[in-house]
């Protein structure tokens, strides 16, 4: 089976960019599935952050990074991309990507089907 990795995450201040990356390797298929980012704040439940289709046509945000972050995906490297701009101390957590392998229009992280990377943790200082 396939892995997930994440990377990008660091340490910024408030209203600065930062471009995150999932990469997706040792599997096959990765055009055929869905991508969709979560994040964790400490204390908090996971939640969605933004989704892309297969194709790249169909993309998905939540409400508090709409307008802010653009969700992308390059199916000839395999890999997702989460560009946040505009980043608060409210955009604090741990950023997630997984694998769908259907579209949905209500994603939540008990999802089964989703296959999960280890996270990349994203910090915003006021």
């Known amino acids: 089976q396939g892995q997930l990795v994440e990377s990008g995450g660091g340490l910024v201040q408030a209203g600065d960019s930062l471009r995150l990356s999932c990469a997706a390797s040792?599997?096959?298929?990765?055009?055929?599935?869905?991508m969709v980012w979560f994040r964790q704040a400490p204390g908090k439940e996971r939640e969605f952050v933004a989704a892309?289709?297969?194709?790249?046509?169909?993309?998905l945000y939540a409400d508090s990074v709409k307008g802010r972050f653009t969700v992308s995906r390059d199916n000839s490297r395999s890999t997702v991309y989460l560009q946040m701009n505009s980043l608060k101390p409210e955009d604090t957590a741990i950023y997630f990507c997984?694998?769908?392998?259907?579209?949905?229009?209500?994603?939540?992280?008990?999802?089964?089907?989703?296959?999960w990377g280890q996270g990349t943790q994203v910090t915003v200082s006021s």
């Open positions: 997984a694998a769908a392998p259907r579209w949905v229009s209500n994603w939540r992280p008990s999802d089964a089907s989703l296959y």
């Open positions: 040792g599997g096959r298929g990765f055009s055929s599935y869905a």
């Open positions: 892309i289709s297969w194709n790249g046509v169909i993309t």
